[in-house]
């Protein structure tokens, strides 16, 4: 059985590779189940905001701090899990350090110690970010919301984090130590390893390095595996998903919502003396009266909203500076789109074990998000401002509020009050149309 290593390998890279390719398949059919939008406009814009904000982390930064760790955190993680490339061709072939032999002796050193500097920059900024999450109680992390699993999957993360960095340490330095013992060629330049790690394992003989080299080197493997897999059940989806989420944002200016065009065609009409009422829009046009008005349930959001509650990354910045939420009122934006996620992903488990959608008796609205909520938000645009992947929460009321407006005539009593006062005097006011202008006379 001289190739059981390889074939175990295969066996774990196949599974690991497709078990991920079955959960972003269904993350891909929960997110069309929402109404097809148009977001294929203005490419070029698009390409750069998401290089700008996705990958650049521009966004980020504008809190130092928090933008900074992330950074090191983000960049680190990203580069380092390069060298899996290399720990597949070693996995599958039996080589050993297989790119030292593609990129040159000189060059390879130069790479692996910069891989060394980004592990312990990760290292850094997850020990930060754990003591910062538990103990230093930042209030946006500290927040009902997040009691339960949303606490535990972030610090899970974390975990995950370090202890794959700290494999990769111990991989490094078991190898150095037997490459001055000659029993390894030497390949590679480990500063960080070497100096922390490197005179504890010289203590150790050559049998304990061995297997503590191959240990660390199946534990990294085999914890990416486990990690990229985790990331279906995790708010960190936002590491794949903030890609696509930034491309499709939504790029018209802040404050600007969406009319719908049957209802600007009505008007139209109502105002056009010449025009025939009763002539039906053409099937598909965009001027076609929707079989609802507004979002009841997760099927009535498109789907670029619903790619942004899979998107959301649970920082709470835009609750942060909710002027609702500040108040002391029941909303929270990142609950929003959590608590959509929620949903979504209850109605993709029910299609699961059911073939199609069959009727829960559960809707988005009132279910998960109550009314309460949805009147809480003053449209400030606050929420959207401070999300760092550009998700759009507001958009999300917006449609629900509509939907209470327009379906089932729920607003609140004062804008009952304005809308009819709209209606009959022409004006919020309620006073004759008459004496509209008398604020002028003086």
Known sequence: MQYLDNIIFLILLIAGFGLFAKSLQKIYRNIRLGREINRNDKKGERWETMARVAMGQS??????????????VYVGFVIINIELLEIIVDGIFGTHRFLSSILGHSFYNFFTATLEVLALLVVIGVVVFFIRRNFYGVKRLTMKELFGWPKHDANWILIIEFALMMAFFKMNASDWVLQQRGLLPEHGNFPISSTLLGPIFNNFGDGFLFFTERAAWWFHFVGILFFMNYLYYSKHLHIILAFPSTW?????????????????????????????????????????????????DI???????????????????????????????KLSPRLILMKTRDRLEEVGRNID????????????????????????CTTCNACTEACPVLLDPLSIIFEMRRFLVMEQS??????????????????????????RLNWAND
């Open 59 to 72: 966004k980020m930064v504008k809190r130092p701090v928090a933008g900074i760790l992330h950074l090191f």
């Open 299 to 329: 099927f009535d959001l498109n789907q670029v909203q619903l790619l942004n509650a899979y998107s959301c990354t649970e920082c709470g910045r835009c609750t942060s500076v909710c002027p609702a939420n500040i108040t002391g009122k």
């Open 248 to 296: 499709y944002a939504n790029l018209e200016k802040k404050g600007k919502f969406n009319n719908l065009e049957s209802v600007t065609k009505e008007i139209k009409l109502m105002m056009d003396p010449n025009a025939d009422p009763y002539a039906a829009p053409a099937e598909g046009s965009e001027a076609e009266i929707p079989s609802k008005f507004g979002a009841e």
């Open 353 to 376: 074990k059911n073939g199609s959608f069959v009727d829960d008796g559960k809707k988005l609205l009132n279910d998960y998000i109550t009314k309460e909520e949805l009147w809480a």
């Open 410 to 435: 729920a607003a609140p009593q004062e804008l009952n009050l304005m809308m009819t006062n709209v209606e009959n005097n022409a004006a919020p006011w309620q006073y004759n149309q008459a004496d």
